[in-house]
């Protein structure tokens, strides 16, 4: 089992967590997560599902009711959050302001008992791993939101840890400079060969950055593999409509249909009714009158030419439509 423990960057066991006792919230339930070295995964969930409280439990910022945290192979469950050998780059970890970006960065060296030279010279080239080499010596009050991100990155990754533990690590970015550092972020990690474990909101940034996504409802993992296989074949309705699949029709006997965007040509086969317009960002959305059921449609300029009279010709290929159980209303026993 040697090889499988070095290869493994991190194995969560059944990880609970409640709070407030009985009558409290189950932030987590019998949760398992792993991430092998170099692999980067997404946890993927609506607002209050449990992301954050999974990814604390294992940085060891909160303890668990039950289940077990090995890191890099190493059971670190019983271990405080600086024996346990991770890079964090949390929203509340804020960077020290009355440091230099050199020395924010050769912090996690310097507690692990590296002699400042040999810690100054490891950061600096963490620094060049995220294009900052000629920041060093300023104040981290000095620099702009993305330059800060990526001194936390720096930070992080100068640790060397096996694991580094993201949460929503673009989110206080613009759009422009978020899109900049996703590229740059992918590039990043593939050099580091760290597994990776990053809490998102955003889609696209999981698409763009992990290789495998695993999707929480309620305290609970309902669906996890390779990024793509998630997005195209999410395995029920719930997790098609949080992942913005827009066209899933009620089946009897607790089914839907799951119409997914590439089963969708438009200007071809029967013109339908178009029901509903409404205008947005990059164009407007549509409701269709199909005879299976209403289809939501979100157009460019470009493709609302294909409206005509009031009508919309849409091919829907029967052979891609997928039928899931409709859980979208279920119970939620959880919370
Ligand atoms: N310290 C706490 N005490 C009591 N309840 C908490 C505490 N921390 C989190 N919770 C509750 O536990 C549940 C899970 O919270 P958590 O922060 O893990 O969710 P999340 O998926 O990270 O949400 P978000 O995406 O909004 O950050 C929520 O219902 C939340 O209100």
């Not at 499988?4 to 409640?18: T, V």
């Amino acid at each position: 089992m040697k090889t499988e423990s070095a290869l493994s960057a991190l194995n969560a066991r059944n990880l609970s967590k409640r709070y407030g006792g009985a009558a409290g919230i189950q932030a987590a339930q019998n949760v398992s997560l792993s991430v092998a070295a170099g692999e980067t995964v997404a946890l993927l969930g609506p607002s209050g599902c449990g992301k954050s409280t999974m990814l604390r439990m294992i940085a060891g910022l909160e303890v668990p009711d039950s289940g077990t945290v090995k890191v890099g192979g190493r059971d670190v469950t019983a271990l405080p959050p600086e024996a346990r050998h991770i890079g964090l780059v949390f929203q509340d970890y804020a960077l020290f302001p009355h440091l230099s970006v050199l020395d924010n960065v050769a912090y996690g060296p310097r507690v692990r008992g590296m002699p400042r030279p040999q810690a100054w010279a490891q950061a600096q080239d963490t620094l060049e791993l995220v294009n900052l080499t000629e920041f060093g010596d300023r104040r981290v009050t000095e620099l702009s939101g993305g330059q800060a991100q990526r001194v936390a990155l720096a930070r992080a990754l100068a640790t060397a840890s096996p694991l580094l533990l993201l949460d929503e690590p673009l989110s206080n970015l613009d759009e422009r400079l978020r899109a900049e550092l996703r590229g740059e972020l992918r590039a990043l990690f593939a050099r580091v060969g760290a597994g990776v474990l990053l809490v998102t909101h955003d889609q696209r940034e999981a698409l763009a950055l992990a290789g495998r996504v695993a999707v929480m409802r309620a305290g609970q993992i309902v669906q996890q593999g390779a990024a793509r296989d998630v997005f195209e074949r999410p395995a029920t309705a719930w997790v098609a409509a949080f992942l913005g699949q827009a066209n899933l029709w009620p089946q009897p006997g607790g089914m839907c249909l799951l119409v997914p965007e590439q089963a969708l040509t438009l200007g071809e086969g029967e013109a339908y009714a178009v029901i509903a317009r409404q205008p947005d960002d990059s164009g407007e959305t549509v409701q269709v009158a199909h005879p299976r059921g209403t289809l939501t449609l979100a157009l460019s300029a470009r493709e609302s030419l294909h409206i005509v009279e009031g009508r919309l010709r849409v091919q829907v290929d029967e052979g891609l439509i997928q039928a899931v159980p409709d859980d979208r209303e279920a119970a939620n026993t959880l919370i």
